[in-house]
């Protein structure tokens, strides 16, 4: 009877140190829980690798067209203005050089009509060429007046390319009734997105 008793194991009573004993295991299946719960939103934020993915050297290829570096920019702008500079000078010299040598083509035709017939056709030409000449002269003498003021401005006012928008100014003020306008919209647009000073001074 005495080796079938059964004896009772220590009582949990408040206060005693068996109590503390449980503590590490509920700690441990704590962290269990978090790191389990941080995989799961690791696996959930995770983005997912496309199966078509493609070399990420042909992915910059593609990509290069888009950024481009500004020095191709500015190519091409200076490219522009060079064609600009150089049409213009081209349309002055043949211009002048039609004044000039104009009344000698004159002449020449005048040769293949009848004598009697000579000197009235000659006085027409000379009242159309006296006509057209002075106004193409006095036209290029405002595109150039108006295309020197538009730079002298905006050099004053800081804005970019002020030598460019004035060749252009003095190009389109060739363009008879519409060409001033345009080209005072254009240089207002340009003067506005600088400052609102400038855009009211041009």
Not at 101 to 124: K, N
Request: charged residues 20%; aromatic residues 6%; proline residues 7%.
């Amino acid at each position: 009877m005495g080796a079938d008793r059964v004896v009772p194991g220590p009582r949990a009573e408040p206060g005693s140190r068996l109590v503390p004993a449980a503590r590490p295991v509920q700690a441990r299946r704590r962290r269990r829980g978090d790191l389990l719960a941080h995989a799961r939103l690791l696996r959930r934020d995770r983005v997912p690798v496309r199966a078509d993915a493609r070399p990420p050297g042909e992915r910059v290829r593609e990509q290069a067209p888009r950024l481009r570096p500004r020095r191709h920019a500015r190519a091409s702008i200076a490219k522009g203005v060079i064609t600009i500079v150089v049409a213009t000078i081209t349309i002055a010299f043949m211009t002048f050089f039609m004044l000039l040598e104009g009344p000698v083509w004159v002449d020449r035709f005048y040769c293949l009509l009848p004598e009697s017939s000579q000197p009235r056709w000659r006085q027409v030409g000379f009242d159309i060429y006296r006509t057209v000449g002075g106004y193409v002269t006095g036209n290029l003498l405002i595109s150039l007046i108006a295309g020197g003021l538009t730079t002298v401005v905006l050099l004053i006012m800081g804005v970019p390319f002020a030598v460019a928008l004035g060749l252009i100014v003095a190009v389109l003020d060739l363009i008879p009734l519409a060409g001033a306008t345009i080209a005072a919209i254009l240089i207002g647009i340009v003067a506005f997105l600088h400052s609102i000073v400038a855009g009211v001074v041009v």
